[in-house]
């Protein structure tokens, strides 16, 4: 046969994490507070990071309480990376994904001196996985900008925020440069632009075409912070990777109604968009239009679209739980749903979670196939997982076939991607141990592989005990995906 059969030699597996929502010790050894940190229990009003209010921020920076703001304790890996990382290795993991935390390393996002324990801190994190052969990956921007800057210059909303950034970004990649080769600018860039996190606290005063013109400038702002980090790794070690990062957003068209593909389109490339400027280094014509139509002028400055067009990333990595649906003319019964910050319309041949995100398994090989067919980079699956509610037996285990289904059948359909002839560099799912949910703030959704005992009102002895999918994870890396 002349196609491969399988995964390849040298396939990274593993999973992936993001600092906030693990590392807890978030007063300690000279860390500051980051916005992530001041997200309330549940979901700021139940749904996501959106709706933070400069209100909220004030309240949540005079506040003390680990309970009221989850982030805040994760699930103590900052004390328990050990045992973690052991745990990852029996796995069999050859690569975890973690982020650094900006506020460890400059507790305001800009002091004039680094804080030294704060990287101490990661250099014994990447020494640990080194000693069993994990390689990691790093992503330097995971939804936690310190919040002294949110204050400072309403997030990424302002222009300085850059080099604020890319002091730090220039301190990591250097000081990190012989531990870690793989490395990603922003967690999921595209719902980055919706959050507070990105462009500073709602403001109540501002209208929603203000709100929308304020985003895409942030935006701007990060592609730029993201061209210089990339530009700062090539120069300081040529052999690294730099990749980019989005939330797929696999998007189909709710009836063969061509209103509804056109409209499909549409709304898919404002996913694709993200990867179109970080890899082929430009805005896309199509951004030009939908600027137009929606009255949005972005500012730049006169070298930013050679800084673009010369730093592009080396490779495209991206978080799937789920697809979403196009419907151009919704009647009452259509459902509307939405995930990780996207919204779209309830899809009547997929069953969802828990948390009512539809369970997709094809749709990644359909977006595995369009990324290559497109973009012909390198891929890296950085996060695939499930959010369910565990059930600890009296034995004191946990039975979650659910999670291996899951995990079993998008690995399949990665198995025929790779068939199809895409360059896959590894699948890092999400996530090795339990950890706070981002958009909820909560441990009752729990992904992991390893469970924590810790509940969402504080109680439990934060012990670890490998689920069924541990075992089953193990088995997979063993045989190097030939049993699933
Ligand atoms: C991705 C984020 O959007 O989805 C993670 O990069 C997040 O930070 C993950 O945890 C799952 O979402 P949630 O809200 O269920 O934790």
Redesign the pocket.
Known sequence: TDYPQSFPAGFLWGGAS?AT?IEGGWNVDGKGLSGAECIIAGGQKNSTQDNVTKKDLLLAVKSQSEMKYPKRHGNDFYHRYKEDIQLMAKMGFQAYRLSISWSRIFPHGDDEKPNEKGLEFYDRIFDELHRYNIEPVVTLF??DTPVALTFKYNGWADRKIISAATRYTQLVLKRYSDKVRYWMTF??IN?GTTGFHATGAVDSDLSKHEQLQLRYQALHHQFIASAIATKQLHQINPQAKMGCMI?RDQTYPATANPSDSILAQQEDRLNLFYPDVQIRGEYPEYMNRYFKDHGIKIKMKPDDQQLLKKNTVDYLSF?Y?TSRVSNSRPTSSDKKITV?MANGFNNPYLEGTPWGWLIDPVGLRVTLNEFWDRYHVPLFIV?NGL?AVDQLTNDRKIHDDYRINYLQSHLEQVKEAIKDGVNLIGYLM?SPIDLV????SEMK?RYGLVYVDLDNDGNGSLNRIPKDSFYWYRQVIKTNGLKL
């Open positions: 993001a929502q995971h939804y967690n999921e719902t939330g978080s739980y990780n996060e959010g999400w949910s981002f958009s909820t959704k």
